[in-house]
């Protein structure tokens, strides 16, 4: 079942995770994905920062996957 929060940027698929805690609040992760089959790379990033808000952790962790997607996307060389 496909994240309804996932969204494609440039060449990555990116898959915010949010997670509640027991002890409340929320944590958040994201995952990236690149390439296909054999070929594919999955990196997976564990934020520690705790927020107060489902929403506030989605956000923080879309905000970190594109800031990572654009590092990459710039260190490209042109042709």
């Known amino acids: 079942m496909q ?3 996932s969204f494609a940027l440039d ?4 898959e915010p995770m949010i997670h509640a805690l027991d002890a409340g609040g929320f944590s958040a992760a994201v995952s ?10 999955d990196r997976v990033f564990r934020f520690t920062p705790l927020f107060s808000s489902r929403e506030s952790a989605r956000r923080y962790a ?3 996957a594109l ?4 590092d990459r996307v710039q ?3 042109t042709h």
């Open 75 to 77: 260190e490209r060389p």
């Open 3 to 5: 994240n309804p929060n």
């Open 11 to 14: 060449r990555y698929q990116v």
């Open 62 to 64: 879309v905000c970190q």
């Open 67 to 70: 800031n990572w997607v654009h």
């Open 32 to 41: 990236i994905r690149s390439g296909s089959g054999r070929a594919m790379h």
